[in-house]
């Protein structure tokens, strides 16, 4: 069976227009002008689409020669067709299946698994207990949703066993993807000057890279976790499980095994926020932010936005824009093997944040957020319970990732510091005092009143301290005056 990805309908896009249609690489990139955005329901699908659209535009044109030419690129409204001809040259690259040359795959992979091991949503093997049911080897997927499990691969892989490895960022971290107004835009957000381009995955595979050197863009953007060899879509035809699509013929099983350890701490991800830490001994330590695990006590929502502005660099790494650029941050929480949650947040960054002109003033309330939400439980607790404090960590525990949600739904908002909205997001941590006070402080007496009463007035303290004027070193008996 031929199936080309240049060719083929497996990218789900809507256009601008508001059609939604499926196309294959070729369109997708000389039609970017015209699509809105990559319509694919699993955010994690959707950075790992933009990825492999980007490393494309780097493996066919290079790197862009500035801001100048990707300006007039936005105001031609497409990508020069001719920059593309690489494609053409290289058609096997993009073949999914046959005896040749496959896209993404190894054909010494010998570990028999269920094809839809590729998506992390669809359960596999003894997992019963689910939303969707799915049997291994009855249940398959049709070979679009099979090429988006492979897109994943670099991205979302996680350790476990046997002997599987995460990818070369190491535990899934954060994605952060600036996206502008069709793809074309988010194509050109994305389109960077890198030191060193590289090869991609599919010209040259898994190449070996020097223990402690800089990682090459592309190497970094395609090199795989796994490898995997598709067995050939069989008959009876079916809904595929991933995308509910009919199809005459579906693939059941592949072959999926590790590819060895891959997360290398030198390669510098263009779409992962770092925290930089000092060590004791004085050296900067970097470590990738990774998605709040919901299952955990006292998990935290708002890690992106606190290092968002702690590290201005990121952003500026994209370059400056006039106006608000939206930012899609997914991240996959994971416990070793297991797969938790799909986490995604969107929100607008506004021009001064971008081009990282925010001033000390966003960067301080998001500090102060973060670190009175800490206090919270504590703050509680001396509001006149007797209590050990265990029931207030846990009360606030279960609420409080609710009310941060919210409150970082608004952080376009919350960025630009302007005082309403910053009152109104303290609004909600209100409610959630007024909760904890009447669960923890029942009753009617005067005691159980006055207790809720202080509980309940227990918020996030905003307001910004100014900085504390330098000690005046007092004169000493017998200095001159």
């Known amino acids: 069976m031929e199936y080309n990805l240049l060719d083929e309908k497996w990218i789900p896009v809507l256009y601008l227009d508001g059609r939604f249609d499926r196309v294959g690489i070729l369109r997708a990139l000389t039609e970017a002008g015209r699509i809105r955005q990559i319509a694919a329901p699993n955010p994690m699908d959707r950075v790992a689409l933009i990825r492999f659209l980007v490393a494309i535009l780097y493996w066919c044109k290079g790197n862009p020669r ?31 299946l046959g005896d040749a040359k496959r896209f993404y795959q190894d054909p010494s992979a010998k570990r028999l ?41 670099p991205l979302f892989s996680v350790s476990g066993l046997p002997d599987l490895k995460s990818g070369i960022n190491g535990t899934p971290p954060i994605y952060a993807v600036p996206i502008g107004r069709s793809l074309l ?76 350890k891959q997360q290398n701490d030198a390669w510098d991800d263009p779409h992962v926020i770092y925290s930089k830490r000092k060590a ?28 968002l502005l702690m590290e201005p660099t990121w952003l500026s790494r994209f370059g400056g824009h006039p106006g608000h650029v939206q930012l899609l941050v997914v991240g996959l929480a994971t416990d070793k093997a297991k797969n938790i949650d799909v986490w995604e947040r969107t929100c607008a960054i506004p021009p001064q944040v971008w081009n990282g002109v925010a001033g000390p003033e966003a960067a301080g309330r998001i500090k102060i957020w973060d670190e009175e939400g800490k206090k919270l439980p504590a703050r509680m607790k001396a509001g006149g319970s007797n209590s050990r404090g265990v029931e207030f960590t846990a009360a606030t525990g279960a609420i409080r990732p609710e009310v941060e949600a919210r409150v970082s739904a608004r952080i376009s908002e919350l960025l630009t510091s302007p005082e309403a909205g910053w009152a109104q997001a303290v609004q909600e941590y209100r409610r959630m005092a007024s909760v904890v006070a009447k669960s923890l402080a029942p009753g009617f007496t005067t005691r159980a009143l006055q207790c809720r009463e202080r509980i309940a007035g227990v918020v996030p303290q905003m307001t910004v301290k100014p900085a504390a004027e330098p000690r005046k070193s007092r004169a000493k008996k017998g200095d001159e005056p």
């Open 66 to 96: 500035g801001q100048d030419e990707k300006d007039q690129i936005l105001r031609d409204g497409r990508f020069p067709t001719e920059w593309f001809a690489k494609l053409e040259q290289h058609r096997e690259c993009f073949s999914l």
């Open 113 to 153: 698994r269920a094809a839809t091991d590729l998506l992390q949503e669809i359960p596999t093997g003894n997992n019963f207990w689910h939303f969707r049911h799915s049997t291994d080897a009855q249940e398959s997927l049709c070979p679009a949703c099979c090429t988006m499990g492979l897109l994943r691969l």
């Open 185 to 260: 835009h988010t194509l050109c957000l994305n389109w960077i000057h890198c030191v060193s381009l590289g090869l991609p995955v599919w010209e040259e595979f898994n190449p070996a890279l020097l223990a402690g050197a800089p990682v090459p863009t592309l190497n970094g953007l395609t090199m795989l976790s796994r490898r995997v060899w598709l067995h050939d879509p069989a008959g009876p035809g079916g809904l595929c499980i991933g995308c509910g699509r009919q199809e005459s013929a579906l693939i059941r099983m592949c072959e999926f095994q590790s590819a060895g």
């Open 280 to 307: 004791k001994d004085g050296s900067v330590r970097r470590k990738a932010l990774t998605t709040p695990d919901p299952t955990k006590p006292l998990f935290r929502t708002d890690k992106p936005w606190t290092s």
